[in-house]
Structures are given as structure tokens and as C-alpha cells.
């Protein structure tokens, strides 16, 4: 398992004491540092194996507990996990009807209006979620607030290089495809993150999917 936290180039930063105040409570763990340069920003990267937290077994129930309650801790430090699992999410509006679908390890799941609570367990299972547009995802905010700091937005990463991101389905024609059904979108959107993106104006080399989403 690894956290990182970022800092701007400019910030005056003390890497020893910032690991030290994730870990002072936690002096059992043992743990790897590096640092390294993403964008404008410095990226401090702590490893840890989940192994160590068996080591507080007697103070919590499991390892589990152990590590969910540091994982606590180190959000409020501003530390984040690199995500380690992820899934491909997009919603097809039709009328005030709601079709919403996810990728996970190679299968497909769709959901209706009845049936979010059973999309946002799965969505909440993951470290990552990744959108062409943040558009899909306005809708379930109010019941899953933790959603943004988890999307990678593939059309926001395509802003960010200085290039016009197009629609879903105008892009999909510049591939030749045709999106109808959620399971064509849902393929299509991972296909997108495996190569650079060919847009009239050029190709877009996208971030890692594991990359940091949040400005330092």
C-alpha cells in the first residue's frame, strides 16, 4: 500500500517531519519514503506493508481495523492512498430515466434508479473511478460526496493539456465507432486510457489512472 501528499514546488517542505507526524502514533509500522515530481508539484510517497498493522492486533480486532483507522488518520494529515483498484463508470440520461453502468476487472454492471445504493457500494469498493466527464457523475454527489476526490476525468485531462476535449460521441466517431448501448461507452472510455488520445488538434498523452487528481 502507498500514500502520498503533494506540495508545491516552492513550498518550504521538511519531508521528516511530515512522515513523522503520519507516523508518531504508529512507530510499529514500518514504512519506505521517496520523493518525486508530478506537474508543478513535489510528491512525497510513503510504502507500507499492510503486513506491519498485524503487529497492532490486541490493540484492534484485526488488521483490517488497524489499517482503516490509520487510513483515517493520514486523510486529515492530507496524505491520499495511490489507488490500487479501479473502475470505469458512465450514465446515459433518457428523459428523467437513469441507465448507469461500471467496469470492473473486465466485467460490466448496470444499474437503474433503484438499484444506486447496490452502484455506489461498488463504486465506494474502489480507489479510483474513472469518467470521460464529470458531468456523469452531478448526480449522485449528494449520496456519494466522496466521489469527486476519487474521479479521474479523462476530458479534464485533455483540458489540461491545452486541447478542446469533444463529446463522448463525437470522439467515438473520430474513432469510427458507435456508441448505443452503456456496455459500447463503458468499452470504449477504457479504451481511450490504454493509448494517447488522437483529437483533431493532435494526440493527448493522458496522466497514469493512478496519477494525483487534486491540485498541490
Known amino acids: 500500500m502507498k500514500l502520498r501528499k503533494l506540495f508545491r514546488r516552492d513550498e518550504l517542505l521538511d519531508e521528516r517531519s511530515e512522515v513523522l507526524e503520519l507516523f508518531k502514533e504508529w512507530q510499529e509500522i514500518s514504512y519506505e519514503l521517496k520523493t518525486q515530481e508530478f506537474d508543478n508539484c513535489l510528491v512525497l510517497e510513503v510504502s507500507v506493508s499492510p503486513k506491519s498493522f498485524d503487529t497492532l ?21 492530507g496524505w491520499e492512498k495511490v489507488p490500487e483498484s479501479f473502475a470505469f463508470y458512465h450514465a446515459i440520461f433518457d428523459g428523467n430515466k437513469v441507465i448507469a453502468g461500471i467496469k470492473v476487472d473486465g466485467q460490466i454492471y448496470t444499474y437503474d434508479q433503484l438499484s444506486l445504493e447496490d452502484m455506489i457500494r461498488q463504486l465506494a469498493s474502489k480507489d479510483r473511478i474513472v469518467v470521460y466527464s464529470l458531468e456523469v457523475i452531478t448526480y449522485i454527489k449528494d449520496i456519494y460526496p466522496e466521489v469527486d476526490r476519487k474521479t479521474y476525468s479523462i476530458s479534464k485531462a485533455i483540458a489540461q493539456k491545452m486541447m478542446n ?52
Open 165 to 216: 476535449p469533444p463529446d463522448l460521441s463525437i470522439l467515438a466517431k473520430l474513432y469510427g465507432k458507435e456508441l448505443k448501448s452503456i456496455e459500447d461507452y463503458l468499452n470504449f472510455i477504457e479504451d481511450l486510457t490504454k493509448a494517447p488520445i488522437r483529437l483533431p488538434e493532435g494526440e493527448v498523452e493522458l496522466p497514469p489512472l493512478d496519477a494525483p487528481t487534486q491540485a498541490c
Open 57 to 77: 492486533i490486541g490493540i484492534f480486532s484485526t488488521r483490517e481495523e488497524a489499517l482503516g483507522a490509520f487510513l483515517s488518520l493520514a486523510e486529515e494529515l
